[in-house]
Every structure is written in structure tokens, then in C-alpha cells.
């Protein structure tokens, strides 16, 4: 019984060690105001920012992912991540060759 026991908590231990998410730390509503910001201050049109709550690591950090539309149609995804100096950076999503953008400095 007890050999069981410890055989299941192993394996629900494993598998909750694969599923676990990054952590991100940051405010996700400061990090969407950042992003509508910084379009805005271009000449394209204000954007709709939602947080699709996905986060995921990349380059030795944890970034979470926003997806940006406009009333005409367009749409781009944005990854951002918070430094531990309080610095928003951000990368935007190349569809044509399914990549990422340099990060650049989003704002505090």
C-alpha cells in the first residue's frame, strides 16, 4: 500500500513538474497600457491590447503574450517581460518566418 502510495505521488509530482507555467512578474494591465502607448505614440491608430495569459521562456527570461488588433483588421502579437530594475521590454511576433522581433525598451 504504501510502495502505491509513493508511486503515485511520484508520477503526479512529474507530471506537475512538466505543466508547470513560467512565472511572469509584472503588472499585466501596466504592461497593455505600455503596449497601447507605444503604438499610439506612431502614426498608427490606437490599438486593441488583450493578455492572452500565455506566458513562455525565452533568452534565459519569462514573457508573457499579448495579442494587439486594430479596427482595420490588423493584428500582431507582443511578448513582454519585466526587469527586475522595473523596465518593461518588449518583442513583437514576425508571422512571415515565425519569430520574434529584438526586444526593445516598452517603458516603467
Not at 40 to 55: E, G, H, L, N, W
Request: glycine share 10%; aromatic share 10%.
Amino acid at each position: 500500500m504504501i510502495r502505491k502510495a509513493l508511486g503515485l505521488a511520484a508520477a503526479l509530482a512529474l507530471i506537475a513538474a512538466g505543466t508547470a507555467a513560467a512565472e511572469w512578474k509584472g503588472s499585466s494591465r501596466h504592461a497593455a497600457l505600455l503596449i497601447t502607448q507605444k503604438y499610439t505614440k506612431t502614426s498608427i491608430p490606437a490599438p486593441q491590447v488583450a493578455d492572452t495569459r500565455r506566458t513562455f521562456d525565452g533568452g534565459g527570461v519569462t514573457w508573457r503574450v499579448y495579442t494587439v488588433t486594430w479596427k482595420d483588421g490588423g493584428f500582431r502579437h507582443v511578448a513582454v517581460h519585466r526587469q527586475e530594475d522595473g523596465r518593461y521590454m518588449a518583442i513583437e511576433g514576425i508571422e512571415n518566418d515565425k519569430k520574434w522581433s529584438q526586444a526593445v525598451f516598452l517603458g516603467r
